[in-house]
């Protein structure tokens, strides 16, 4: 984990479902990053994103957004 | 410490990406009374190398486009005669049958107006590329036949080493959970490895860990776990380095672009390769013309119509790396007024793209009784995916019906308390290193020593860099079991490393154009070096290094053939 002052992996979470159980992004990434916070919500964990988007695409609510990693901009 | 968790199983196989859910079907069908369990380290719908899809097959053998002979002949050729032809033929006669068992299972692969299979040619001889226009479906579309058939799945495990039988052979697996921390011991009558490539080697120009080329979960473990059970790994010195978008670090892709009329140039807008098929040969091409001044080098689509950039945005956008078209907004970059520029690789191991992996014979089966070896991890030359389907089925069926009966294999237990030990140190460890900054440090070593061209005391001095991080291995500290997981893909990241040194100093010639260009043996040594390069795990707990012979080709290939892929630049004066 390096910083995630700026986590590329972006949840809004007025469209976020976890509260009712929904557990699809964390469940799909390959890297594991995505976990749920002491508050309920989903947030990126681990700087180790893959930039894939299994966890973009399988959202219900289309509450994620990807970014491309600042390194590699 | 608690015990223990203790799973029992018939076939145990490990990694869900492509080879894996193969393999556990076809064992499954081949017997249905069998217990298959399928593992991997993250989630099965969305684990690997296609976690997101694939855009084409990349070497498809249909009837009336190609015949098994012909592609033997042809990967033969591209990989400069090395290879086991016996492997590559048990693929290509099952291609076929490959894809339309896919196609019946719902995956959907280009058709012509007739209904025949649309193949494209991008290889520097046969037609073998295959566009799948739904591609990002086909883990989904897997993963119904995984349920179907009652595999049984756990997600979430990294394996860390194999359970060897007290006679040699394999008798299962030892697993943490990378979640709760518990440490799991699968027992079965056989294991498939199906761990992919070694896809974090070397260190992304970017610096950044997890901006590989391959799923950055492809970490090598099947590689380092082959080799402590005592498997042969071979051709661990023809490295795969691809022609990569430069940052992005993802495929372009020539097998996409091409067949619309894609093709690379360099700076002044000149062609200077023949075939942007991946081969070391034209890495090489690519390589020269950088260090010649002439580059950058880049993809150029901006000559074509408008209706074709959009079908190219339309695949390359969606499947495989579907973060590609958001890079090029990022840049502002339009393939239709702008060439892309592209750059070489860091170093991986890899099976599927290039010949790197464990040893197998035809039936998938390593040198390790009980171990099979399928995909990426396996050393079948540019097998690509479709490759490694057909592998996981073929070791799939192997392990079935060779293993399925009979007891499951003693082993001593002694080895479940060392290997215990071994995982859990870093979490147990009060204070240490991040596991992140030894990849890191590890990472860029491989840059700085092993990145071809092959310099001998540069790779000399990379073993003694990859022996002091060996000894930091015992000053990781992990915080979680989640950063306990990276610990663990460290050590495997470092065997990996010092393997693919010793290997690419073991081999004294150039061969395979860049994967393995020694600049001080420029030439192919044919009567020294015509063999495979073959390392394991000595007694001495050292690597053995030796040469195995290239078995007789059942495919005959005429020496005036054998390297045509040497003739891979277009002379400026053409």
New interface residues.
């Given amino acids: 984990?390096?910083d995630l002052r700026s986590p590329s992996v972006r949840i809004d979470h007025d469209k976020c479902i976890a509260h009712k159980g929904c557990r699809t992004c964390i469940?799909?990434?390959?890297?594991?990053i995505l976990a749920l916070g002491p508050d309920g919500k989903v947030r990126m964990?681990?700087d180790?994103?893959?930039?894939?988007?299994?966890c973009e695409?399988?959202c219900p609510t289309k509450a994620i957004t990807?970014?491309?990693?600042y390194?590699?901009? | 410490m608690s015990d223990p968790k203790i799973i029992e199983t018939d076939i145990l196989v490990v990694g869900g990406g492509t080879a894996g859910p193969l393999a556990a079907i076809k064992a499954k069908a081949a017997n249905p009374a069998l217990r298959v369990l399928l593992l991997d380290k993250a989630n099965v719908k969305r684990a690997g190398a296609i976690a997101e899809g694939m855009d084409s097959v990349n070497n498809a053998v249909i009837p009336g486009h190609a015949t098994p002979e012909q592609y033997v002949r042809e990967i033969t050729i591209a990989n400069d005669g090395i290879v086991n032809q016996r492997t590559i033929h048990a693929y290509a006669i099952r291609s076929h049958a490959m894809i339309r068992e896919l196609d019946s299972w719902g995956v959907k692969f280009e058709k012509d107006a007739t209904g025949e299979y649309a193949v494209r040619k991008v290889h520097h001889m046969g037609a073998y590329v295959l566009p799948m226009p739904e591609g990002y479906a086909v883990k989904k579309v897997i993963y119904k036949q995984i349920r179907k058939l009652g595999v049984e799945v756990t997600n979430r495990l990294i394996t860390t080493r194999l359970l060897l039988a007290r006679d040699g052979s394999v008798a299962g697996a030892m697993a943490l959970d990378s979640r709760s921390g518990e440490f799991v011991v699968i027992q079965a009558k056989a294991v498939v490895l199906c761990t992919g490539s070694a896809g974090r080697l070397g260190l992304p120009a970017s610096g950044y860990l997890f901006g590989t080329y391959e799923n950055p979960t492809n970490a090598g473990d099947g590689y380092s776990m082959a080799y402590h059970a005592g498997a042969e790994l071979s051709g661990l010195e023809c490295f795969q380095i691809n022609p990569l978008i430069k940052d992005y670090n993802g495929p372009a892709c020539a097998y996409v672009t091409g067949p619309f009329g894609g093709y690379t140039v360099n700076a002044k807008g000149e062609r200077f390769i023949k075939s942007d098929y991946w081969s070391g040969q034209m890495m090489l091409e690519f390589w020269r013309e950088l260090e010649s001044g002439n580059g950058p080098v880049f993809l150029k689509l901006d000559h074509l119509a408008e209706e074709t950039v959009s079908r190219i945005e339309n695949i390359l956008h969606v499947t495989e790396r579907p973060t590609r078209g958001r890079f090029h907004d990022g840049r502002g970059t339009d393939y239709r007024h702008d060439l892309v520029e592209m750059h070489i690789s860091e170093i991986g191991l890899c099976g599927g793209h290039s010949a790197s992996g464990v040893w197998v014979d035809e039936n998938a089966r390593t040198t390790v009784p009980r171990l099979y070896a399928a995909g990426d991890l396996c050393n079948v030359a540019h097998n690509y995916m479709l490759g490694a389907m057909v592998f996981g089925a073929i070791a799939g069926e192997d392990s079935a019906r060779h293993w399925g009966g009979g007891d499951l294999p003693d082993y001593d237990p002694a080895q479940i308390e060392a290997e215990r030990r071994r995982v859990f140190a870093p979490l147990e460890r009060a204070e240490g290193l991040a596991p992140s900054q030894v990849e890191y440090k590890l990472r860029r070593m491989v840059n700085d020593y092993l990145q071809p061209p092959k310099i001998t005391r540069k790779m000399e001095i990379g073993l003694e860099r990859f022996a002091e991080i060996r000894a930091d291995l015992d000053r990781m500290k992990a915080n979680n079991p989640h950063e306990l997981m990276r610990a663990m893909e460290v050590h495997a990241i470092l065997d990996c490393a010092e393997l693919a040194a010793r290997a690419s100093l073991y081999r004294q010639e150039s061969r395979w154009g860049l994967y393995h260009y020694r600049p001080e043996l420029p030439a192919r040594d044919d009567g020294e070096w015509f063999c495979f390069v073959e390392l394991r795990k000595g007694e001495d707990g050292r690597p053995h290094l030796f040469k195995r012979p290239v078995p007789e080709y059942v495919v005959p290939v005429a020496a005036a053939e054998l390297y045509a892929y040497d003739q891979m630049r277009i002379d400026a004066a053409e």
């Fill in positions: 984990m390096s469940d799909v990434c390959p890297t594991d964990a681990f180790e994103c893959w930039f894939c988007l299994p695409h399988d990807v970014e491309i990693p390194l590699l901009r």
